[in-house]
């Protein structure tokens, strides 16, 4: 989306020094930066998700979006909603792992117990009760 420049959209083409050249140049180089910003905000806010933050955190891009877009509308740039929506699908993928993460954590850990429960009842096997 980025190279093929999909990723933000040129509303209101500007002239510089009366050269629209000069001016699609301008706002071309406005709208990467526009969208490295944007990046680096995701990718910060992506970064911290956890299996309980997801909504927190899905504000946080929308708002980045809209502070963005609303910041660079004197240049008649912005953020393509489509964009928007491939960090949102980003985000969702980072849950996904994230959730699993912690599923494989909680089966770990309940491995080890019952292991170490196997491991008294081998040890002691008249004092210890059914294992559980």
């Given at each position: 989306?980025?190279?093929s420049f ?35 905000e995701c ?86 009760k059914e294992?559980?």
């Open positions: 989306m980025i190279r999909e990723a933000y959209s040129i509303f209101t083409p500007m002239t510089l020094n009366n050269s629209e050249a000069k001016g699609r140049s301008m706002q071309k180089k406005n709208g990467k930066q526009l969208i490295r910003a944007f990046n680096g990718e910060a806010a992506i970064n911290k998700i956890t299996y309980s933050n997801i909504d927190r955190i899905e504000k946080r891009i929308h708002k980045s979006y809209d502070q963005l877009n609303k910041l660079n509308d004197p240049n008649g740039i912005s953020i393509a909603p489509e964009y928007l929506d491939s960090k949102i699908d980003e985000l969702h993928l980072a849950y996904e792992y994230s959730e699993k993460k912690q599923e494989e954590k909680k089966n770990y850990v309940n491995s080890v117990n019952v292991n170490e429960k196997i491991k008294k009842h081998k040890a002691n096997p008249r004092r210890s294992i559980k």
